[in-house]
């Protein structure tokens, strides 16, 4: 197996473990940093349905959880900082410590919803509002990201929309590409990894079945060639684990996927 020249830093997205997280906030980071996690990825940052006090409170108070447990977030899943909201949200990322905030999803830029990749000129209007909020975010040193789901792989006149995306955006919007749900999409991971470049640097990595509703298992026990995809990223610093949803003990196999990458020496806690 190919491997990078450096392993790349775990961390692990906190959406992993959302209903532990809803219930106790404190003890569910204290068993995040337990696993050997010292870098975590939050998410719904800045939410927009929040009051822009409360998308700054917030932020504070899962920064203090994270200071407590020797915790950082140097990625998060942010809003997009648009709009009259844009400071607010970007005083939520800055707050949080976070220097490369990522938007998870469409529905996180005001004005356009999941499907709005299904067409050329929705994904063209999408693009345009990423490069917007690169510029947002620029403006207080901060690199704003995107994050693939399954649905981006859409294709109009011979192209992907993915690819339209990317070649239509600001070139400072970096990728952080989920592995399993671009296979999921039909993709051939490490090629498009490889196309991308250094413009990627992270992976969500995962592994399971890789259809949009199953149960999604430990690295090594699925579909998902998340090997060949970390050879085929160099630039990927960050090697982000996440479970969508799960059958088993989702921080057992959380902790046995990281151990994994650690023993095959492709990723570090560092």
Known sequence: MTQPHTPGTL??????????????????????????????????????????????????????LL??????????????????????????????????????????VPGFERNVMDTKD????FADALSEASGHARSRGLSLGYHNHWWEWSQFEGQYAYDLLLSRVSPDVFVEMDTYWAHTGGQDMPALLRRLGDRVKALHLKDGPATPDADQTPLGTGKVDYAAAIAAAPSARW??????????????????????????GVSSWQ
């Open 67 to 108: 200071d407590a447990n020797g915790l950082q977030a140097p990625t998060a899943h942010t809003a997009a900082p648009m709009g009259e909201n844009a400071e607010a949200v970007l005083d939520a990322i800055e707050a949080l410590g976070t220097t490369m905030p990522v938007i998870s999803w469409p529905g996180e």
């Open 122 to 125: 929705g994904t063209e209007r």
């Open 11 to 64: 961390s692990v997205q906190l959406y992993t473990f959302r209903d532990a997280y809803a219930a106790d906030p404190a003890g569910t980071i204290a068993r995040v940093a337990g696993l050997g996690f010292k870098y975590i990825e939050p998410f719904g940052i800045g939410n927009h349905g929040l009051s822009n006090a409360d998308k700054v409170g917030r932020a504070k108070e899962l920064r203090a």
């Open 239 to 264: 090697h982000v684990l996440e479970m969508d949803r799960t059958a088993g003990d989702v921080f057992a196999e959380v902790g046995q996927s990281a151990q994994t990458l650690i023993d095959q």
